[in-house]
């Protein structure tokens, strides 16, 4: 049966109503190119997460970084200035929490002057490249929804003084998003709402886009992945990537130490032996509570989306099934009679694949401590909890003047 055919599928239904026959069968060809299968997994979304065994993952914990600082330092410095190190920015997401109709990276953090999420993050791999002496390729995820934003903004800030010829975009891919039943909405009468696919297929996406041409030429060996909405990034830290070659680990994670043993972070650990991040949600009270005979939480250390990751690895995962994720969201649509609506409360699922899937495809990965207050200022939201508010005191307290 055509999605069409499917009495259930109201809102492209009543669009097709709508529309002249022109529109439905042009409608109808870009219907038929989407895999509908992903429908199947609201059925699934309680399972999709079902676990193995967890077992605690020791860390590399802030003293013992002290204490072999320049060993960690000489072995990442060295691995930039071969030309190893490469990062990618994902920045696909489409923010729906801060609410911008814009890049998140074009927010402007500032408060007396300009400073732009984007650049604040380019400062930060600045200081590593000045460092140096050497350019890390940057690459850039975007989405169908912000790519000619994005490029625009880097072309008229020249991109923020790093070399254009270092920094490349690629955009990730789509698919449809639907209301709580799976009833898929539309966002104009001829368009389905499709949303981006989620962190979790930016190697898959770089392949599609030709880049594995650029990383090869390049000699890339070492992939830094990271989120645009922390202004607090440490991009291509030496420290961390000298740690993850020293250690003989295939991928590493930076984390921070829980506040609480409840605070709801995915945590790094184990799962059946192999590297995994284990969501607040998945934990039970006594693995949350659990201690270690010095005190410290034995699940202790939360991720903060910035992982290093071994190239020829990732090449070797790139064709498998990562996870799906049914992930309710808040999705613009037009209602059955054709009226746009803009929806204060999230109304729907969107299919996501996440990075942090593909820690559990490594072998092993070291999670590697870092200060929250120095490495953590996540923007999710405008105000209260994880918001520009508070990045921009954490920033203040980092001595960057806003
Ligand atoms: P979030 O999970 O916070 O999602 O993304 P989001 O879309 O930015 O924000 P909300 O949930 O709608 O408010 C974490 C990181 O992953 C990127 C985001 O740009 C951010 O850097 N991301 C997310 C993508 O690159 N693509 C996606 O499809 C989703």
Redesign the pocket.
Known sequence: MKIWEDEKQVYIRASMERNTPEQNAALKERLEQIDWSILEHIQRKETVNERGVFAPLEAVEVPEIEARRDEFKAAGLDAIRAGKVGAVL?????????GLDRP?GTLNIGVNRELYLFEQLFRNLMDVTDEAGAYVPMYI?T?NINHKDTVTFFEEHHYFGYPKDYVKFFI?EMVPACDHEGRVYMESDTEVAM?????GG?FGSMVSAGLLDDIHARGLEWINVF???NCLQRIADPLFIGATIVSGCESGAKVVRKAAPDEKVGVLCTEDGKPSIAEYYEMTQEMATARKENGDLLYGFGVI?NYLFSEKKLEQIADARMPIHVVE?KIPHIDLEGNMVKPEQPNGYKF?TLVLDMVHMMDDCIPYEVVREREFAPI?NLHGVDSLDTARELLKGCGVTL
């Open positions: 994902l920045a696909g997401g489409q923010g729906t929490r801060l998140k995820m989405s990730q949303s981006p696919n989620g962190n930016w989120a645009v909405d989306l969201k996501e999710k």
